[in-house]
């Protein structure tokens, strides 16, 4: 599941993203939702507070974190990878400029 989020993440970061023009406040934006998505999956994988009890805290940290960098990276290497190509989106049709990624023809990105 966490594969799956982190794919699709990039999409909404950009569409929250859309409008805010300072590329640190962008950065701190992105990186705050894909932590929070991160935990939100977490506490999903671990059936809510309940799997949580037999941890000790340092494990729940780690768990945390670990869900937090996992959903960063994916969401960075998704939209590198895919979200932000230019050579993905030469297939994808209705193409309007020759030289434009995914999220430029979904108007999530200036080009």
Known sequence: MLILVGAFLPLLVA???????????????????????????????HNGPVGYIELTLLQIVESFAESIMSMIGMSKISYEGFWNSQ??????????????????KLDLKKA
């Not at 929250?16 to 932590?35: E, H, M, T």
């Not at 050579?87 to 430029?104: F, G, R, T, Y």
């Open 15 to 45: 569409t929250i993203n859309r409008s805010v023009k300072n590329s640190d406040l962008r950065f701190w934006i992105s990186a705050f939702i894909a932590a929070l998505v991160g935990i939100i999956v977490n506490f999903i994988q």
């Open 87 to 104: 050579e993905v989106s030469k297939h994808v049709p209705d193409s309007v400029l020759e030289k434009e990624s995914i999220l430029e």
